[in-house]
């Protein structure tokens, strides 16, 4: 992105956009969509740039996995595909992410006191880092199908490996570490990054979890029927609780813009209009079958 970023403003390009760069399953048994992220408070580690991670260079392991024949055939068949594998593309940068960061917690260096500022500074992506391991230990069930006080919010440690937790949150480290870079980068070049903040959350994932009763259950966001969508629209996703909202000052909204505001100079709204309203259609129901719910857009606009 940076390089598309350097070649767009050397033509001229004054912006610079992308689709929504947020964390999604993307090891399960599904397509993984930017406008049903995990979280979106989060980075997604599938779009992190391996050999700029000053691990990728230092420590001998990491750079004999990656020197190997199977890692380099690999990266030519998925460098040569004409299309993205987001599979084994992500199951081939967690091997050499997964080395790198073993070995950085095997030592005391000043990059593991930095990964460890942050993550008391954050605390909320030490959570999601709980929350991913724990779901790879549930072999990626529902979190709604979790015993009892995990999926009710509160994880101990027995509930997931301890190498995952590390893995997901040194991914969180490295993706806002580059995000904030790419950031900088293109200020030098005086081009606007735009990033791009979707409308909902994956149903199963940390930001549903997390905020509990702040989505309403049984209800799916989407669209009625239209000239072109005839039967209506269900875009599988929980909609916000407009009064849940209010009652906790529209805080995730706002952390949801200020994750993005951190590094984007313009931000698109997905859907804008659901500020003020939201199509939502009952579990079980076809999409024609849906009601609108209305929100306090003044309220967020503010």
């Known amino acids: 992105l940076e390089a598309m970023l350097g070649w767009a403003g050397g033509i001229g390009a004054r912006v610079m956009a992308t689709l929504p760069l947020l964390p999604a399953f993307i090891n399960r048994n599904e397509q993984p969509s930017p406008y049903r992220p995990l979280s979106r408070l989060m980075d997604n580690e599938f779009y992190i740039d391996i050999p700029r991670v000053e691990e990728s260079r230092r420590y001998p392991e990491v750079i004999k996995l990656m020197g190997s024949d199977s890692f380099q055939n690999e ?49 909320l992506v030490e959570k999601y880092a709980c929350f991913r391991a724990t779901a790879e230990r549930q072999r990626y069930l529902p979190w709604r199908s979790w015993p009892g006080p995990a999926r009710d919010g509160v994880l101990n440690e027995g509930d997931y490996d301890e190498a995952v937790r590390r893995y997901h949150l040194y991914a969180q480290w490295l993706a806002r570490e580059q995000m904030r870079s790419l950031n900088e980068e293109a200020k030098k070049r005086d081009v606007a990054l735009y990033l791009d903040l979707p409308l909902g959350v994956h149903p199963e994932g940390f930001d549903a979890w997390h905020e509990g009763d702040l989505f309403v259950p049984g209800l799916s966001a989407g669209a009625p029927p239209d000239a072109v969508f005839t039967a209506g629209q269900d875009w599988a996703f929980p909609p916000l609780h407009p009064e849940t909202s209010r009652t906790r000052g529209h805080r995730y909204f706002i952390q949801s813009l200020r994750h993005h505001l951190e590094h984007a100079s313009i931000l698109r709204i997905d859907h804008v209009m659901g500020l003020h309203r939201l199509f939502c259609i009952p579990e079980g129901m076809p999409a024609r079958e849906g009601v609108y719910i209305r929100y306090p857009a003044e309220e967020y606009y503010a």
């Open 75 to 123: 990266l030519t068949t998925l460098r040569t595909s004409s299309t993205v594998d987001y599979h084994r593309q992500m199951s081939l940068k967690r091997k050499a992410l997964e080395e790198m960061c073993r070995n950085l917690f095997s030592e005391g260096s000043s990059r593991l006191a930095d990964l460890l500022r942050f993550a008391e500074k954050n605390l």
